[in-house]
């Protein structure tokens, strides 16, 4: 149902993710302010999203102008006709499109599109959503840069996230922004294809980067930047934040032909001890 002009695309298993103590951090920290939004929205109806959401897949949409505008399909279980009562009861604002019922107003609107699966966003991207699910607009099938990356990293973790080239410079800049004090490594950023991240959890956290650069000189050379970024912030961070410290110590970054794998794993007892000082953070 996604427009084919998606850039970044991102997949979280709710419903898993719940029961590991990092999850309020995620929520703020990864989870698009979009669907919060969408969260306030069933809670004005008495609709607990944490109770009926299990699944969430967000989307963004470039604008014709600088920005960006997010969408999210949220998968579970729900009562459109209770809860389309209620917004009547609360006069919140509908309008109709397609034969769906957009309800809300401002930044955020949301329909359901049957009793499992309801969708959110701005009402010009929920439309566009919409175009595609009644055949009137191109999907993000038709996306030949995202989503083979889609395909590759779909199916693993409790969250992973595929963006392009223009959403992938941003990105590496919150992954180590010391990298790109390294001489001839902000060049090579910016030729960066892609990037493709995984979050599995159990005793612990582990994140994996895949990082698709342009050569495989760039991906050596990105390699040695990202290693030595991560270096200088361990000891950095060795006096005031020693958990932290460790973190960082334990980042595995591997070229591997044309891409840079990173691989970054947090033990319990560390999240533990870095939440209390920090949240958790995944660059999107």
């Given at each position: 149902?996604?427009?084919?002009l ?8 709710l419903?898993s993710?719940r029961?590991?103590?990092w ?5 703020e ?12 929205v ?9 109770a ?6 967000w ?9 960006a505008e ?32 957009l309800y809300?107003?401002g930044?955020?609107?949301?329909t ?10 701005p ?9 595609v699910?009644?055949g ?21 973790g ?18 180590v922004p010391?990298a ?6 902000a060049?090579?950023?910016k ?18 980067f ?7 000189n ?13 270096i200088y912030?361990?000891?950095q ?17 591997t ?8 691989e970054a794993?947090?033990?319990?007892d ?6 209390k000082s ?7």
């Open positions: 149902m996604f427009p084919r998606v850039g970044e695309f991102a997949y979280a298993d419903k993710a029961q590991y103590p999850f309020s951090q995620f929520h920290q990864v989870l698009p302010p979009r669907f919060r939004q969408f969260e306030q069933l809670s004005s109806a008495g609709i607990n999203a944490n009926q959401v299990e699944e969430l897949a989307g963004e949409l470039p604008l014709s102008k600088n920005g997010g969408i999210g399909v949220a998968l579970g279980s729900f009562d459109p006709s209770s809860i389309e009562d209620r917004f009547k009861q609360q006069k919140l604002p509908m309008v109709e499109y397609r034969g769906y019922h809300g107003s930044d955020v609107f949301l359901f599109l049957d009793s499992n699966t309801a969708a959110f966003g009402r010009s991207a929920l439309q566009k959503l919409l175009d699910r009644m009137a607009g191109e999907s993000l099938l038709t996306n030949d840069a995202l989503f083979p990356l889609i395909s590759e990293a779909n199916g693993s409790v969250f992973w996230a595929a963006l392009d080239k223009s959403n992938a410079h941003f990105a590496m800049q919150q992954l010391q790109s004090q390294f001489g001839q490594a060049a090579v950023i030729r960066v294809h892609a990037i493709m991240i995984e979050v599995d959890a159990g005793h612990g956290m582990d994140a994996r895949q990082v698709v650069c342009d050569s495989v760039d991906a050596n050379l990105l390699g040695v930047a990202l290693q030595a970024g991560i912030r361990s000891y961070e060795a006096q005031s934040q020693p958990d932290l410290a460790k973190v960082l110590a334990n980042i595995r970054v070229p591997s032909g044309d891409r840079l794998m990173i794993p947090v033990s319990e560390q999240l533990g001890a870095l939440n920090m949240p958790v953070a995944v660059p999107m």
